[in-house]
């Protein structure tokens, strides 16, 4: 079977491959050839070959060349001759083969209504052919009205194939591009995350080095032990964000070395975090930070836990850069289907919450966690941020 499909396979794609005239000329020819055998070979009793009937039976074959370009002006073409021949008797064929192929083509390619009329034209013109004009045995009958149906049926299983495959086709077009418009946005949320998580890093360890920056000369000399830890302070902003940039990089080498997939993400830092990043700031800066948690704490998806602890350090890291406050309160309230973290300086309230790369980015975090952010002034003055972020069995839904 499959020495047979291999055989067969290449035939089948060199034909489909090659100039349609082409193969519809050598049709037309073996049409011609076949049916010339019965005049070149003559049985006792049949009718001599005139001129007329040479004519006829070429007329019943040349059409086919146009056979895929005219598929019904070929099969009126040659129905016209057949029924000449039949007429004249000069002598009729023995074997409608220029009516078989006509069929098929029409089945194939024809419109419905040229299918119908066509098939029910022949059939009923071969039955009044063999019954007045020949004088047919049944088994005549039946073998015409077979070869009809046959070779009708065949056009029709080659036009339900082809509608087949290029619906295949279609369809397998339609998911490559639903594949690559999917990796172009799988591509686009990868470059958007590592631009947020760059943004956030520098932007939370310049912050802080600024902060002691400006304060190490004002007390160089009146507290040098002070300053001294506002210097350590700055060296050690610098290396931790050092540390989290080459691991960035790292893995975006390993990704391209990968070809982008199956590399091992970044490690990400989690709720578990948020103490050693108030302390982190506390120590660094002028601002004293306290945290307070209420509801029953539980461990979160991992995107959620980024997104919460990302939301914490964008919001104090613009608290100590815009908003010259002494205190800043973040609170995490636990319900049960939600985790709702609130971030509340008592500097002055600017209009933070329209611009700034951060916290868009803070709002793209949490609506990709199918959560929603709020930023604006406090109700006691001061700025707020709040995010709100499943946590429970409706998480799905709210991701859509």
């Known amino acids: 079977m499959s020495a047979a499909r291999s055989w067969y396979a290449p035939v089948v794609t060199r034909l489909r491959t090659t100039n349609p005239y082409v193969v519809d000329s050598a049709l037309a020819v073996l049409v011609l050839f076949a049916a010339s055998l019965q005049w070149m070979f003559p049985d006792e009793g049949d009718d001599p070959l005139t001129l007329v009937g040479w004519l006829l039976g070429a007329a019943t074959a040349v059409p086919l060349v146009w056979r895929r370009r005219s598929p019904y002006a070929c099969a009126l073409a040659v129905s016209a001759a057949t029924t000449a021949m039949a007429y004249y008797h000069a002598p009729p064929p023995d074997v409608l083969y220029g009516g078989f192929v006509v069929l098929y083509t029409m089945a194939a390619l024809g419109l419905p209504w040229q299918r119908r009329t066509m098939l029910a034209s022949w059939l009923l013109g071969a039955v009044l052919t063999m019954r007045h004009k020949e004088h047919s045995e049944p088994f005549e009958y039946a073998f015409h009205l077979t070869g009809m149906i046959c070779a009708y049926g065949l056009g029709v299983l080659a036009r339900v194939q082809r509608a087949y495959t290029a619906a295949v086709e279609d369809r397998a077009g339609r998911l490559e591009r639903e594949r690559a418009a999917e990796t172009a946005r799988a591509i686009a949320q990868e470059r958007s995350r590592i631009a947020r998580d760059m943004h956030d890093i520098l932007a939370h360890a310049v912050s802080l080095m600024v902060v002691q920056a400006e304060a190490g000369p004002v007390v160089v000399r009146s507290d040098p032990d002070r300053a001294e830890a506002a210097f350590d302070a700055i060296a050690a902003s610098g290396r931790d964000a050092m540390g989290?940039?080459?691991?960035?990089?790292?893995?975006?080498?390993?990704?391209?070395?990968?070809?982008?997939?199956?590399?091992?993400?970044?490690?990400?830092?989690?709720?578990?975090?948020?103490?050693?990043?108030?302390?982190?700031?506390?120590?660094?800066?002028?601002?004293?930070?306290?945290?307070?948690?209420?509801?029953?704490?539980?461990?979160?998806?991992?995107?959620?836990?980024?997104?919460?602890?990302?939301?914490?350090?964008?919001?104090?890291?613009?608290?100590?850069?815009?908003?010259?406050?002494?205190?800043?309160?973040?609170?995490?309230?636990?319900?049960?289907?939600?985790?709702?973290?609130?971030?509340?300086?008592?500097?002055?309230?600017?209009?933070?919450?329209?611009?700034?790369?951060?916290?868009?980015?803070?709002?793209?975090?949490?609506?990709?966690?199918?959560?929603?952010?709020?930023?604006?002034?406090?109700?006691?003055?001061?700025?707020?941020?709040?995010?709100?972020?499943?946590?429970?069995?409706d998480r799905e839904a709210a991701l859509g």
């Open 244 to 393: 989290q940039l080459r691991r960035i990089l790292g893995v975006l080498k390993e990704e391209e070395r990968r070809g982008g997939g199956g590399a091992v993400r970044l490690p990400q830092p989690d709720l578990a975090g948020l103490p050693g990043l108030i302390r982190q700031v506390s120590d660094s800066t002028d601002l004293h930070v306290e945290l307070g948690v209420r509801g029953r704490p539980r461990p979160l998806p991992q995107d959620t836990e980024v997104a919460a602890y990302r939301a914490v350090q964008e919001a104090l890291t613009n608290t100590v850069k815009h908003a010259y406050a002494s205190s800043a309160q973040v609170e995490l309230d636990w319900a049960e289907d939600e985790l709702t973290l609130t971030v509340t300086d008592d500097g002055r309230g600017p209009a933070r919450s329209d611009g700034g790369h951060g916290l868009i980015g803070l709002r793209e975090r949490a609506t990709a966690c199918g959560g929603s952010a709020e930023t604006g002034r406090g109700p006691e003055g001061g700025f707020r941020v709040v995010v709100r972020l499943p946590a429970g069995a």
